[in-house]
């Protein structure tokens, strides 16, 4: 049987995930056995998707690469097959440098690796999965691409410009998940924001979203990666209107200072972004923002950092991430910015703004001591049910922590849970039974 396994690795993002998973059940239908992440890899072909965002992902893609090339040349493995975002930016450097690699493919190149590996490729099952994440929940992809060109940011380079699926198409796998058993939807882009606008010439998420929701049997859908210029406004009503759309918004805003806002070309303002968060808030009460900032980028002074902490504390972010400047090849920012800001100035700023925001997440947290929320069970973990509320995505947000003597809970389900204790990133609570 080791020569029908095939063995998938998924490094990167969540929308790297949805093209493994439907890897997974194309090789399924052709009769291979088909394992993601497996802790044992042996025999069989190996397959990796790999991530090229940034340093620190492309490292981790190259060392795993070289980790499973000595694997096959150790006989441990017998073919070795890689595609996703390195391949498609770097083939011909990967070729060339890791020959043992049997083949290389692109990111958008299922139909030809399967076509290498199994014979044939099934457009009957093109929109079906075998789902890596527990099976109450589910990543669904709406678009390739990006049209924004930020001036740090190598995805264009990769993904090429903004692709959408159509409403029908996007519905219609909704529709197939659900009927599998999934209650929660993920919905994903690099941009939420400009989805529709290429196929439809208007912007249609506001669409999109109000289909899913009519769904029979859809609890929960959560929104990911909004961008701040061009807003939708109208979202809004349906997000405040809809009970399984959840009060939760992923919006990178990256920065406030209006300097380092123009140099990234985020086409907006320090003003605009501070009314796009007040509306929000106004319009969807209760709502729960996530973003993502940005420390370090070339020609960040000290007195445009300060308007950044300064952000930090007036804005309160109920999730919050951010991460250091990272020069890109064949950015503009590489190719028209020298990257001033020294590493450890970098590093001092980046723990100076999650301080903050810790601290912002505890006091966000303890305001939910005592309230009763909402809850889907994710896993059992030690003497803990793990569950997260409608204000939290799976992988980057508190969990919710109930302890398993105090009731017999099920994966997969949702409870009411009186919140009795808090931390910076977890909450502790009891099922209201």
């Not at 380079?157 to 909704?174: D, W």
């Not at 007195?303 to 952000?311: G, N």
């Amino acid at each position: 049987m080791q020569k029908k396994r095939i063995d998938i690795i998924t490094l990167g993002c969540s929308k790297n995930l949805v093209d493994s998973e439907k890897l997974m059940k194309q090789f399924a239908s052709s009769g291979y056995n088909v394992y993601h992440d497996s802790d044992d890899v042996k025999g069989g072909t190996v397959i990796i998707n790999t991530c090229g965002f940034i340093g620190d992902a492309k490292e981790e893609s190259i060392n795993m690469i070289l980790q499973f090339a000595e694997a096959k040349a150790e006989g441990r493995i017998k073919h070795l097959y890689v595609m996703g975002c390195l391949s498609e930016r770097y083939m011909t450097e990967l070729k060339g440098e890791i020959p043992e690699v049997d083949g290389y493919f692109g990111k958008f190149d299922w139909q030809a690796i399967i076509s290498r590996i199994a014979g044939k490729y099934d457009d009957t099952i093109a929109d079906e999965r075998i789902l890596t994440t527990p099976s109450h929940y589910a990543y669904l992809k709406i678009a390739e691409g990006c049209n924004r060109m930020c001036a740090y940011c190598a995805i264009p380079i990769i993904t090429g410009r903004y692709k959408s699926r159509t409403i029908e198409n996007i519905v219609s796998e909704a529709e197939y998940l659900i009927s599998e058993g999934v209650t929660e939807l993920q919905l994903i882009a690099q941009d939420l924001t400009y989805y529709g606008t290429d196929i439809y010439g208007e912007p249609r998420l506001t669409e999109l979203i109000t289909r899913l929701s009519d769904i029979k049997g859809l609890r929960w859908l959560r929104l990911h990666y909004a961008y701040p210029a061009d807003f939708p406004y109208d979202i809004l009503p349906v997000m405040a209107s809809r009970p399984n759309i959840c009060k939760y918004l992923d919006i990178a805003l990256q920065h406030i200072s209006d300097g380092v806002l123009a140099r990234m070309r985020r086409h907006v303002t320090k003003a605009e972004t501070y009314e796009l968060i007040s509306r929000i808030r106004k319009e969807v009460p209760g709502i729960h923002i996530r973003t993502t900032l940005m420390v370090g980028f070339p020609g960040e002074t000290d007195a445009e950092f300060e308007e950044l902490v300064q952000f930090v504390k007036e804005a309160r972010f109920e999730r919050m991430g951010a991460f250091e400047y990272s020069e890109e090849e064949g950015t503009y920012s590489a190719r028209h910015y020298k990257d001033d800001v020294p590493p450890e100035t970098k590093s001092e700023r980046l723990q100076k703004i999650m301080a903050i925001q810790e601290q912002i997440s505890e006091e966000i947290n303890r305001e939910k001591k005592g309230r009763v929320l909402q809850a889907v069970i994710d896993r059992e973990e030690g003497d803990y049910y793990v569950a997260r509320t409608e204000y939290d995505s799976p992988e980057v947000d508190p969990e919710l922590l109930i302890k398993k003597e105090t009731a017999r809970l099920k994966i997969g389900e949702y409870y009411n849970v009186k919140i009795t204790d808090a931390a910076p990133y977890e909450l502790y609570g009891e099922a209201v039974l």
